[in-house]
């Protein structure tokens, strides 16, 4: 496809694909049900989408037959390839850990000596054996890592882990991490030279940071006596000062504020203890700072 457009590679089937077109969503794109194909323009933004193995997202960015690309840490920093990392995206995250038998042990990362480790991530793995000076065979398998030890073609495996319990249904245990993974925005050396692609980034760059600040803040409601307010703005940890706005009752107003969507739990009970009531957190869309 000749024409103008950004160019973004996305996984096409796995674990990165469905937050990845949601994310594409949040920022506004009108994005087709992509199916089966392998190129989509989206219809209100000039951003055509590839579809492509994770594996190739790298070189294909890099080569400059995508401008950008969205893949795991993992993936990126097992290759050597020319990109810039612009935009770490919050989702995809799992660890590349040491795991061993569970009737093992493995005290101290020194105990990896002379050991054989099975790993689909090769260079990941030595990078780490070199900086801590360890002297292992690494056995490389392209997948199943996990039965490895079983088949006795290895001692101890490097491979990701995100809830564990791949580990378990293997009678595996996590020991060490090697490397901490998330889904990253990924560019190429040609795009800055390209006025127009990179006018089309900015304008994505801008959407994208609203989208992935929204999903991390909520908007918070809430009614307080007008003698709480000032225990109360103490304990809201609001970006700006929160909006006062009077009610009916003039003993009474309502407070508005956006927070971290984390710190909810942790302020609501000393709000209602405040004098806070009628508690109430929304989503938020989009937010421009
Ligand atoms: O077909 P294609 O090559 O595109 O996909 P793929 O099968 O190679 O990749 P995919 O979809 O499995 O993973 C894409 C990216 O998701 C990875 O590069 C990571 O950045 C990220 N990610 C996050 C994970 C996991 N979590 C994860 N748990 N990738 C793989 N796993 C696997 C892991 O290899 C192990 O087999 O899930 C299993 C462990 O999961 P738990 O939850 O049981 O611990
Ligand atoms: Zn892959």
């Keep these: 496809m000749l024409n103008g457009n950004l160019k973004l590679a996305l996984q096409k089937r796995g674990r990165l694909t469905d937050k990845s077109l949601q994310l594409l969503r949040n920022c506004g794109l009108d994005i087709e049900d ?11 933004f000039e951003l055509d989408i590839l579809f492509l193995r994770d594996d190739d997202i790298p070189e294909y960015v890099s080569d400059g037959v995508a401008d950008i690309g969205i893949v795991g840490e993992d993936v990126l920093y097992e290759r050597n390839v020319e990109v810039d ?10 660890n590349l850990s040491l795991a061993i038998p569970e ?5 101290s990362i020194s105990e ?9 991530y090769p260079n990941l793995l ?16 392209s997948g199943s890592v996990e039965i490895a030890p079983s088949l ?10 995100s809830t564990g319990n791949t580990l378990k249904l293997n009678k595996l245990k996590k020991s060490f991490d090697v490397f901490s993974s ?5 560019k190429n050396k040609f795009i800055d030279k390209d006025e127009n692609k990179s006018l089309l980034l900015n304008n994505l760059l801008v ?21 709480a307010l000032e225990e109360i703005e103490k304990i809201i940890p609001s970006l700006k000062s929160p909006t006062i706005l009077p009610l009916a009752d003039p003993t009474m107003v309502a407070v508005h504020a956006v927070i971290p969507a984390e710190q909810f739990w942790e302020i609501y009970q000393k709000l209602k203890n405040a004098g806070a009531s009628g508690i109430l957190l929304l989503p938020i869309e989009n937010m421009i700072l």
Excluded at 103 to 107: A, Q
Excluded at 152 to 161: E, F, K, S
Excluded at 182 to 186: G, S
Aim: glycine share 4%.
């Design 182 to 186: 998330e889904a990253v925005l990924i």
């Design 207 to 227: 959407r994208i940071d609203s989208a992935l600040t929204a999903k991390t803040s909520k908007y918070l409601m809430m009614n307080a006596p007008k003698l």
């Design 126 to 141: 030595k990078k780490f054996l070199d900086e801590n000076n360890i002297k292992a065979t690494i056995v490389e398998i």
């Design 152 to 161: 006795g073609v290895a001692d101890v495996i490097c491979d990701l882990v």
């Design 34 to 44: 992509y199916s089966e194909r392998l190129i989509i323009t989206t219809r209100n």
């Design 112 to 120: 990896l000596n002379g050991k054989r480790i099975a790993t689909s």
């Design 103 to 107: 009737n093992k042990t493995l005290n």
């Design 85 to 94: 990392v612009i935009r770490k995206l919050g989702y995809g995250k799992c």
